[in-house]
């Protein structure tokens, strides 16, 4: 079975501290994706890459960085937590020039 | 830029009852196409895609849908819903394979006994 692991679930963290999302995939897939999802929005891609150490913006990378060192892991950086940034986190990736993304669970984040 | 747009974000529908959620996209060839289920707290799980050829794609969980290049459309159906069935359902476009997907804004599906 494909695999996409979110290590948190929940965090709840404080206005200014530094947030680590992190999200590894065994499928050997070259293609990561971060998304922040909130109601009626859907889902909106903050950050990809495309290979190790390869990142490119997407459509809100705004307040937010991305890590990509080995190939089955991706890192979801925010510098610094702001309350707007509460949110659900998905990441997921895929094969390359493949269409079916592979979703992890999900990082409900709630900043305060 | 691509855009997809679910103009529904509620339906409601009775157990057994036929299902039809409506996804229209903004694209000037033909993307490839998906339909992804959100569980509660669960991640997406793909319902269903179209890349070309037969424009009635059939997933799984007894959904198919089917692509109409004059409408821009790629509409979901169950001919008979399941409780089972209540989920958010989102519409996703791609402009070529390996590229980001872009999303539209989710249809929430309760399903009434």
């Known amino acids: 079975d494909v695999k996409v692991t979110q290590s948190s679930r929940y965090l709840v963290k404080r206005t200014g501290e530094k947030v680590f999302l992190e999200c590894v995939q065994d499928m050997d897939h070259e293609n990561m994706f971060w998304y922040r999802q909130d109601p009626g929005l859907g889902l909106r891609l903050i950050y990809f890459?495309?290979?190790?150490?390869?990142?490119e913006k997407g459509d809100i990378p705004e307040g937010y960085s991305v890590s990509r060192e080995k190939k089955e892991r991706f890192s979801l950086i925010l510098e610094s937590a702001s309350t707007n940034q509460t949110s659900m986190y998905l990441c997921?990736?895929?094969?390359?020039?493949?269409?079916?993304?592979?979703f992890g669970e999900g990082s409900r984040l709630t900043v305060l | 830029a691509q855009s997809v747009t679910q103009p529904d974000i509620h339906i409601t529908v009775s157990e057994g009852a036929s299902l039809e959620l409506r996804c229209n996209y903004s694209?000037?060839?033909?993307?490839?196409l998906f339909w992804y289920v959100q569980s509660p707290g669960q991640g997406l799980q793909l319902l269903l895609k179209?890349?070309?050829?037969?424009?009635l794609v059939q997933g799984i969980k007894g959904f198919e849908a089917e692509f109409k290049r004059s409408q821009s459309s790629f509409n979901l159906r169950k001919p008979s819903v399941h409780w089972s069935d209540a989920a958010e359902y989102f519409c996703a476009v791609d402009e070529a394979a390996g590229n980001k997907l872009t999303f539209g804004g989710g249809t929430r599906v309760l399903v009434k006994p």
């Open positions: 890459s495309y290979d190790v150490k390869m990142k």
């Open positions: 694209y000037g060839a033909t993307p490839y």
């Open positions: 997921a990736s895929r094969a390359r020039n493949t269409g079916e993304l592979f």
């Open positions: 179209y890349f070309s050829g037969d424009t």
